[in-house]
């Protein structure tokens, strides 16, 4: 197959989307398909693009087989809404002009209304081109719960955009179980929504001694460590994850550690400064090459969202702390996919979203328990191979796109 996907993430770019891209087209290379895939510019997640990549309009390269176009998008504050669609508007533009001279049998595309309307209408529709649409979050309904979509003018054009979106597409990808319901409420026929499940590197994420060069580098070595690494952003509701912290401020050996950047990051540091939190230490993103640094320094991996946000939500990072070998401490709603995984893999243990007690009872019982905290990693470790190598993911998007391909012949 000639595939063409597009994506809003690919390295250099941080931020979960990036690898699992990488990691995707890169195994569909070696299932023997050519694939190409238009991305921005390098520039997630500041929104401030590489300087050696503000050149030209489009650049085109070969990376590890993979065919890669990135499209200029401008450099600027993504935690700005209004800049932030500047950037998702440059990109469809950028990405029509790029996709529209390539050859192709079917399409991949990973986002949402806001990002993929244009390239799904111009290379998809107008080009009577197979789609398997990738979505990660239901819009507009997330955009809602996070106060993003305010006017109802607005919900109901984003909301019908995405509808048009998914009817548009040949399948609907999701990654958890709990997106369907939503969607054939939002009018998708159940028949069209396929579950493949994400990935992660096993290779490239691996377990490591707790204490190593970045705890070091850090003062961590002797600390008991609640890492947060991932995309500082709004709907994680780190702010109770603070009042957590100031609550067990007397135990000196414990530290609240939070490593990334996103748009919420510079009003969670200054909650932490008027709180005068000695406690707490905010890290910037860091390379992808340290990222089994970066997990191994945890005694405990924390994944947040807030209140009524985890009911269909599964980020990528719980694959990631699985992978590195630690436990997982899921402040999350109880019935969420996050949580579900958690029980299958044994790796770790779930709290009530916004729950400060139960989250303040769940650290000290994991502290004091290191034998406990152990098994749980390996467990997660040991699930994180058995069902999310990247292979398996890669062939199961290729079932989905000759499925597409097959669908269109036959009609």
């Not at 597009?6 to 990488?22: H, I, R």
């Not at 949402?112 to 819009?139: C, E, G, W």
């Amino acid at each position: 197959m000639r595939i063409l996907v597009l994506a809003f993430a690919y390295p250099p770019d941080g931020g979960p989307g990036a690898p699992l891209y990488k990691m995707l087209c890169e195994n569909l290379v070696k299932l023997g398909h050519d694939v190409t895939i238009i991305t921005p510019f390098p520039h997630y997640p500041s929104g401030r693009v590489l300087a050696e990549y503000r050149r030209g309009w489009i650049q085109r390269s070969k990376e590890t087989g993979v065919n890669v176009i990135r499209v200029r998008v401008p450099s600027l504050n993504r935690a700005r809404l209004p800049y932030r669609m500047l950037q998702f508007l440059a990109y469809q533009f950028g990405a029509v002009w790029a996709g529209v001279r390539q050859s192709y049998d079917v399409l991949f595309i990973g986002g949402h209304a806001l990002n993929q309307t244009l390239t799904v209408a111009f290379l998809s529709k107008l080009r009577r081109k197979p789609l398997v649409f990738s979505i990660y979050d239901v819009y507009p309904q997330v955009g809602v719960e996070l106060g993003i979509f305010r006017n109802p003018v607005v919900v109901r054009a984003v909301g019908a955009l995405q509808r048009w979106i998914l009817n548009s597409a040949d399948y609907v990808r999701v990654i958890s179980e709990a997106f369907v319901p939503s969607l054939i409420e939002f009018g998708i026929p159940e028949k069209k929504i396929k579950l493949v499940y994400l990935w992660v590197d096993t290779e490239e994420i691996y377990p490591l001694p707790r204490q190593n060069s970045f705890s070091a580098e850090h003062g961590l070595d002797e600390k008991f460590v609640v890492l947060y690494a991932g995309n500082i952003g709004l709907s994680q509701g780190l702010e109770n994850v603070l009042k957590v912290a100031q609550r067990l401020s007397s135990h000196k050996h414990i530290r609240f550690v939070f490593v990334g950047e996103g748009a919420g990051r510079e009003r969670l540091v200054a909650q932490a400064e008027t709180m005068k939190l000695q406690n707490v230490m905010f890290i910037p993103f860091q390379p992808r090459a340290r990222v089994s640094e970066v997990l191994a320094t945890a005694n405990v991996s924390l994944i947040s969202l807030q209140p009524g946000m985890g009911g269909e939500s599964l980020p990528s990072k719980a694959f990631s702390i699985l992978a590195s070998g630690r436990p997982i401490l899921a402040a999350i709603d109880t019935n969420s996919p996050i949580c579900g995984l958690v029980e299958r893999s044994q790796a770790g243990i779930c709290v009530p979203s916004g729950d400060e007690n139960r989250l303040v009872e769940a650290i000290l019982s994991l502290e004091a328990t290191p034998e406990r905290l152990n098994t749980m990693g390996q467990s997660g470790r040991a699930y994180a191979e058995l069902y999310h190598s990247p292979l398996q993911g890669a062939r199961n998007i290729e079932r989905l796109l000759l499925e597409a391909i097959s669908s269109r012949t036959e009609s």
